[in-house]
């Protein structure tokens, strides 16, 4: 009946506000009946007693067990989300002053290409003049240093625009790099977290090892008719389905951690 129940619900209701209220119900349920772990000395009366606790132990087990299906259920549904903002977090990041950027760059290379004739000229003067000194020809080195003195002042002027675009694209790159800073920084306890949730999932595969081993020997027992050995082994798969819960409460907390420093991170993007 609760099974149909919370199905119904579930189709209505999104993940992150369904799933809170059922896990806390059946969290109640789990704790209410946890496994017995004392039996009776008798051992007819042990096996009894055994049973008894095998029956009240495997509603708890199962109700538990649920929980902790939707709380992955909802740990995943907010990772997705956290992951997706977080690429558009970066993709805006790797924008910033890109257009500044491209602009100045197209303009660097707009002037170099104008003014290389000129310093081109102006250069090969020079290497002229240079030969002449060595030749020792007073009337050519004359007449050379006139023709680069003359273009000299055109000269100056064609590298100060380049050397000042070259200047302000430096200085947008700064500035770029110092926006861009400040939302890596904002994301920084974002990458602290998920170091914590890679750790915490291994020692949920640890449980789940241990619980899947727990498993094999409970289902061997139920076959070879021992109720005492059956109790214990699920006692075993509760006390890891314990240990799962507590590490997903954690992990919970840290997505959500997560998920608020992307939002931190995307309001420090520059309009």
């Known amino acids: 009946m609760f099974v149909r129940l919370s199905a119904r619900f579930e189709c209505r209701l999104p993940v992150r506000l369904f799933a809170p209220l059922l896990v806390l119900g059946l969290l109640l349920l789990a704790l209410a009946a946890p496994p017995e772990r004392a039996f009776a000395s008798s051992p007819d009366t042990a096996w009894a007693a055994a049973l008894s606790a095998l029956d009240t132990a495997y509603d708890g087990y199962t109700a538990l067990e ?34 500044d950027a491209d ?20 250069r090969e003067l020079g290497r002229q003049a240079a030969e002449a000194r060595k030749s020792k020809n007073k009337k050519r080195i004359d007449l050379l240093d006139l023709k680069r003195n003359n273009l000299k002042p055109s000269v100056q002027t064609a590298r100060l625009e380049i050397q ?7 200085a947008a790159k700064k500035q770029a790099a110092a926006k861009a800073k400040l939302v890596r920084d904002a994301l920084a306890p974002a990458a602290a977290c998920k170091k914590q949730v890679t750790a915490e999932n291994k020692s949920i ?4 090892k241990t619980r899947a081993a ?47 420093a992307i939002r931190i991170a995307a309001a420090k993007l520059p309009l």
Request: proline residues 1%; hydrophobic residues 40%; positive net charge.
């Open 66 to 99: 649920t929980v902790n299906k939707l709380e992955k259920m909802e740990i995943q549904s907010l990772r997705k989300d956290s992951a997706s903002r977080l690429k558009i977090v970066h993709d805006a990041i790797r924008r910033i002053g890109r257009s």
């Open 103 to 122: 602009r100045l760059q197209a303009r660097i290379a707009a002037l170099k290409s104008r003014h290389a004739p000129l310093l081109e000229q102006y």
């Open 164 to 170: 000042t675009a070259q200047q302000e694209l430096a």
């Open 205 to 208: 595969a640890a449980f789940n």
């Open 214 to 260: 727990a498993y094999k020997r409970y289902r061997s027992a139920v076959k070879q008719g021992s109720a005492m050995t059956a109790a214990a082994e699920l006692t075993l798969m509760y006390d890891q389905l314990g240990r799962i819960h507590a590490s997903q409460q954690r992990i919970l907390g840290w997505e959500k951690q997560i998920a608020a």
